[in-house]
């Protein structure tokens, strides 16, 4: 399908980067595993673990755009299965981080955590119904929500990565 290939570098350079910060976040974990913050098991499951779920999200979303599909269908069935799957896993981090105790959620926490990927999903689930009549916005709407992911990824990261080292080890020093 020509509109999908149109798409081809873009993909490329979001896929890549998204295996590269899973990568990375593998590295970070390896190299904080000395020492773990305190009830880090009930925290990674609500902070650390989605992260690396919006990167391999990505990561797929660009693996099955750069398939070589011959109409938009049976493409738009599958990120809407990403999308409809990532919505529900939205609602089961967002109890792990109510549920949680090792860490106080803020606002931020609940934007980049919750809303925003919700909103990403989202999208996904709303470029099908625009799949078939509306092909090169659905595109648009698909790299949208995997870009978006793709940030919302970096932050966390970043996020959790600044918390254990000025937090954290900050702590363990006093």
């Known amino acids: 399908m020509s509109g999908l290939a ?9 896929g890549s980067a998204a295996g590269a910060l899973i990568g990375l976040q593998f590295v970070v974990m390896t190299l904080i595993a000395d020492k773990p913050p305190v009830r880090a098991e009930e925290a990674g499951p609500a902070f650390a673990t989605p992260t690396i779920v919006h990167f391999s999200t990505v990561l797929l979303l660009s693996a099955v755009l750069r398939a070589p ?30 549920v949680q105790t090792a860490y106080r959620p803020e606002f931020e926490d609940w ?9 990403a999903y989202a999208m996904l ?21 995997a870009l978006l992911l ?10 959790a990565i600044a918390y254990h080292v000025f937090v954290n080890l900050r702590k363990a020093k006093d």
Do not use: K
Not at 8 to 13: G, K
């Open 125 to 145: 689930i709303a470029a099908v119904f625009l799949a078939v009549s509306h092909t090169h916005e659905a595109l648009f709407g698909v790299a949208a929500a």
């Open 150 to 159: 793709l940030f919302i990824g970096i932050h966390n990261a970043w996020d």
């Open 111 to 119: 934007l980049f955590h919750g809303l925003l990927p919700l909103a």
């Open 6 to 14: 149109e798409w081809d570098s873009f993909y490329v350079i979001v």
């Open 69 to 98: 599909w011959q109409s938009i269908t049976l493409v738009a069935a599958l990120w809407g299965l990403v999308g409809f799957s990532g919505v529900v896993y939205c609602v089961i981090v967002g109890r792990r981080m109510r």
